[in-house]
């Protein structure tokens, strides 16, 4: 579904239907118009300011698509729930004081609105200018919402979601980005057998994931999966429960730091995972202790390194707080790699062998330790050393940031380094 979802977007790429795609996919004002005029009976978008009535069912019952952007601390209009029949709602609360939705009103919302199939209720204030009206958490009665496939609670300050939730059985997405308060997921969770991509990316308390993550085998897309941190081992998902997950096209885990044994990420088998295309790889802070730890951090993580190989065909990589000296050797055979994020690998003196691979960009951010770029780096022969434009690298874009011992010799000029990167066709520094 999504491969042929991502077909036809590239197709109406290349007709102009969009504009600004690298910013945001907005439609073309000429086909947006149209799209208003042919659906102007089912979609209706509204604007409810604080500082007029807001009459909404003038339109009558044939609104199916339902989109309310709230200003000004304006309340819901009780003719709202005169829509029973919405299969779209999208509430946007964009005033200051988030009296617009609160948690007293969403009961009744679910209540009434049973045949919701896609539902998205955001508070943009929740970061800037967090406050009493927030919304911190989702009542029990979510599950009447049995025909629910998309769900976007994203931002939102809730601590924890329902075991209702797990009833919504046609649950494809759930998206709870950028939820920071969450600590945890349903234990139920694998009963959302349907659940195609759960997107839980910047859910920075959340601490493990629940053993029912590994039932939920249609997944393609993971945004983060931690590994233990649970106070209770037994109800706490193992690295190795991917294995299940064989459709898996994206996904990301953190905590890698936890792993206790070697042979939890050998019996992984990552490199069988086909279907895998996008993949970050997490290992947690380097330790501030003593030599002894730091030393043993290190040689744990480029086991385990070593032990996630990805499969071939995967064409992202981040590889964050590793605190190996060296890179497995598995990095030079991903010939389908086009973006590679190497991130805060603070011992890590030599970046590793790169030059023959297609990629598209490389980033480098926060490698402290990295003195010098070899010939191997690029790509370039030991015959052509005085030529680094016969370098076989394609990378298209390089970015530099935090990496001083690198950039010093950049911005001087000085050495082979500048005379071998210079010719890179986009190249990008931090900023003195």
């Not at 769900?151 to 939102?156: E, H, V």
């Amino acid at each position: 579904m999504e491969m042929i979802g991502e077909e036809y977007f590239n197709m109406l790429a290349t007709r102009s239907f969009f504009q600004e795609i690298e910013k945001d996919c907005n439609m073309h004002d000429i086909v947006h118009d149209f799209a208003q005029f042919v659906c102007r009976k089912e979609c209706l978008w509204l604007e409810i300011d604080g500082n007029k009535e807001s009459v909404i069912n003038f339109f009558g019952g044939k609104v199916r698509h339902l989109g309310l952007n709230f200003e000004g601390g304006a309340p819901l209009p009780m003719s709202f729930f005169e829509f029973d029949r919405l299969r779209s709602l999208l509430i946007y609360d964009e005033s200051l004081s988030n009296l617009s939705l609160n948690g007293s009103i969403l009961p009744e919302l679910f209540s009434k609105l049973a045949c919701l199939r896609a539902l998205v209720i955001s508070q943009s204030s929740s970061f800037s200018h967090p406050g009493p009206n927030l919304i911190t958490e989702i009542p029990e009665n979510v599950g009447k919402l049995i025909h629910l496939k998309y769900l976007n609670l994203s931002g939102l300050c809730i601590k924890r979601l329902p075991e209702t939730l797990c009833e919504l059985y046609n649950l494809q997405k759930l998206d709870i980005r950028w939820c920071r308060n969450l600590r945890e997921l349903p234990a139920g969770i694998g009963k959302l057998m349907n659940m195609r991509s759960l997107l839980n990316d910047n859910t920075r308390s959340l601490k493990y994931m629940p053993i029912g993550i590994s039932k939920l085998t249609s997944l393609r897309t993971l945004g983060k999966f931690v590994v233990g941190g649970g106070v209770d081992g037994s109800s706490t998902c193992r690295l190795e429960s991917l294995k299940n997950l064989q459709l898996l096209r994206e996904c990301g885990i953190e905590g890698l730091g936890n792993v206790s044994h070697l042979d939890e990420a050998e019996r992984l088998q990552l490199y069988n995972q086909q279907n895998l295309l996008c993949l970050h790889l997490e290992f947690g802070r380097v330790v501030d202790g003593e030599d002894e730890e730091r030393r043993r951090k290190k040689e744990k993580d480029e086991q385990l390194l070593k032990a996630l190989q990805p499969p071939v065909n995967v064409e992202e990589l981040w590889i964050v707080y590793y605190g190996g000296n060296i890179f497995p050797k598995w990095l030079t055979s991903l010939t389908n790699l086009r973006n590679l994020y190497l991130s805060s690998c603070f011992n890590c003196e030599h970046l590793p062998p790169l030059g023959k691979l297609p990629l598209e960009k490389l980033t480098l951010y926060n490698l402290k330790s990295v003195k010098r770029v070899g010939n191997e780096f690029l790509g370039i022969e030991e015959s052509s050393e005085d030529d680094p434009s016969s370098s076989s690298s394609s990378s298209s874009e390089l970015s530099i940031e935090g990496c001083p011992l690198l950039e010093n010799r950049y911005r001087e000029g000085k050495g082979e380094d500048w005379h071998k990167i210079s010719h890179i066709p986009h190249i990008q520094m931090s900023p003195d």
